[in-house]
């Protein structure tokens, strides 16, 4: 017999054992620690209360994690990985841990349900058909590694105005896509940078969020882009956005790895664009599935 608690209610072994047996054979490693395991639920806005583990015989054998957040009044909740021991997949037990997370989203009354899925992962994005989801964009996680000569190193604005920030200031911008995939979204870079670039009468017309990450040397080794985002209408989007992006990668002149988790190719065409004629290269491919509920 199968029995769903809810996070808050399992020990943290539990929880890692859940999610280690349920991410057991996955497309990449997925293996957590009990620390990296709490420090996911933190850092990614996930909820104890609004996830939960699946049992047989007193043993963890699924997992789902979810939060919820709140963009322009309406709540959207994410699930953040869905996994079932391997030897019990095809069991209908990831089915069940899917009713279940719709009817706690439910109970917290969600505007929306949203989650991705590895591109050629056909069974889970059937499954989440099944349950109401749909495809609504197409993502790529992109990587560029070393120093490169991108021929940018002479891009300015100088008739627009530039400002340092931070990413918590970027949900007031109007055309701040909020609805953007769960972890390219402001609040998973709060400990992140951001500039934001204002035309004449200092209304924002291009923003970009990012992470810079040090060694103990405090050599910069990785940086990490969420969103880079230009007025859509703006007649210099393109050069507000190429402007962004060289901003954030110092012109390339630094060897370190770049990172840009989940670009939707349709919803932000230009940034995609404009990073893939630099060179960033093809990591993974998702879908990004959203449910009204």
Same mark, same amino acid.
């Given at each position: ?16 054992? %859940?999610? !280690?047996?349920?991410?057991? =054979? ?11 395991? *709490? ?10 209360? *609004? ?16 939060? @919820? ?32 997370? *719709?009817? @706690? ?7 929306? %349900? ?27 996680? *992109?990587?560029? !590694? ?18 340092? %920030? ?17 972890? $390219? ?32 040397? =405090? ?25 962004? @992006? ?13 990172? @840009? ?22 990591? $993974? ?9």
């Amino acid at each position: 017999m199968i029995e769903i608690k809810r996070l808050k209610d399992c020990t943290i072994d539990e929880g890692v054992e %859940a999610w !280690n047996t349920g991410f057991e =054979g996955y497309y990449f490693d997925a293996t957590t620690t009990a620390d990296k395991f *709490l420090n996911r639920l933190v850092n990614e806005g996930l909820s104890p209360y *609004l996830s939960i583990v699946a049992f047989m015989d007193k043993k963890p054998i699924g997992i789902v994690k979810n939060g @919820i957040r709140e963009f322009n009044g309406k709540k959207l909740a994410w699930n953040g990985g869905t996994g079932v021991a391997k030897d019990l997949r095809k069991k209908g037990i990831g089915k069940m841990l899917m009713e279940a997370t *719709l009817s @706690i989203l439910t109970e917290e009354k969600a505007d929306y %349900a949203s989650l991705e899925a590895i591109s050629d992962n056909a069974k889970a994005i059937s499954l989440y058909k099944m349950m109401g989801y749909e495809i609504i964009d197409h993502l790529e996680y *992109l990587g560029l !590694n070393g120093q490169i000569d991108n021929g940018y190193t002479t891009i300015s604005l100088d008739k627009y105005k530039v400002e340092r %920030a931070i990413p918590q200031q970027i949900g007031s911008i109007p055309f701040y896509k909020g609805m953007n995939p769960w972890q $390219t979204q402001w609040q998973s870079a709060k400990d992140g940078e951001a500039i934001i670039v204002k035309d004449p009468d200092g209304n924002p017309i291009g923003y970009v969020y990012f992470r810079r990450t040090f060694n103990s040397e =405090g050599k910069h080794i990785n940086t990490v882009l969420f969103q880079c985002e230009a007025e859509p209408e703006h007649k210099d989007r393109e050069e507000i956005t190429r402007y962004l @992006i060289n901003e954030v990668f110092n012109s390339f002149s630094d060897d370190i790895n770049r990172m @840009i988790p989940n670009v939707p190719v349709g919803k932000s065409k230009l940034t995609h664009s404009i990073l893939k004629e630099i060179g960033f290269q093809l990591k $993974t491919e998702q879908v990004y599935m959203m449910k009204e509920m």
